[in-house]
């Protein structure tokens, strides 16, 4: 039988449509792959819906970023979210109605990873401010000392998964002391040292670098709050590459007003996108990035790995793989 795969258009937020179909056409060559016009939408597809009466039940499959209720009575066998993160979808609604959901994880280490480490050095080394500076048109090195090199601090990455361990792996190869949280006590490559979530204040306590790399559920929500924050050392920086309410977005803010924390890196925020009026836009030793981290060029091809592979299964019979429902 084959499989007829629509890309919905919110894909856009990460890849856009047709390229990731055209890689679909390579990874899934026995499927039909087609983009579904999307509606009322001014943003290129990035928050576009789907008309249903446009798709009645002729898809097997939906790519998609984002959730729409007619996913639920359409037909589908099953349902791709392009990213790793799933918290939007109705996965008690799904597992009802006999649809499997399958996720993008796996795909982000490599990305994700190296803009971690690149928010790290930069704050190491003041870049982010010369940069400012040099919108300014100013010169002006900063105070003898106030860089440092990464190798020999300690970063403390809390989530040791496919993000995790990308961010423990390139720390640990510039000679960062690398320690970790996950709830499973197993040791993972390049982490000296495994803290439980019980633990986290005292996993937190010690390191200059604080990155969040979990998924976002009921369990982490809030997870990084105001008494995480006060448990870290005041010449410590927070990077969150998770989701934003994985932390206390007013306690972030409360902890670099009052120079508690010495800066932050935030990939995600609450909401996203982040309010004009929110004052991390103006804090010199905030550096925000757009959700941006994982969006590079290979992306749209690995997605179509993972799909062009539950495409097989699918047709074998076998169990899908990223198979979160
Ligand atoms: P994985 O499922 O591979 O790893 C999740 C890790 O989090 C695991 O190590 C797990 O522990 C750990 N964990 C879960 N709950 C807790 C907890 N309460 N306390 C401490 N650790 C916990 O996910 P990924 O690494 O692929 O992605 C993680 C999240 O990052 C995604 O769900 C998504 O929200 C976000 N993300 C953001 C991106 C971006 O662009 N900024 C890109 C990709 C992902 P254990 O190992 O014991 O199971």
Redesign the pocket.
Known sequence: MPVTIGIHPSVARIVPPERLESELADAASDATVRVLDGRGDGRGGRDATVDPASVGNSLDVVASFGFEEWFLDAGLDWIHVV???H?EFPVDALRERGIALTNS??I?GAP?GETVLGYMLQFAHGLHRYRDDQLDREWNPRPWGESFTLEGERVCV???????RGIARRADAVGMSVVG????PAPVDHVAERYS?ENLREAVSDARFVVL????NP??EG?FGAAELAAMREDAYLVN???GPVADQSAVVDALESDAIAGAAL??TDPEPLPAESPLWGMENVVVTP?A??ADEAFPERVADIVGENVRRLRDGESLANQVV
């Open positions: 990213r790793a993160g918290d994880s796996g982000h994700v809390v989530g040791l998964g496919t993000l995790g949280v996950r709830r499973t979530p790399a979990v998924p976002l369990a982490t997870l590459v998770a989701r990939d995600v959700h981290s994982a």
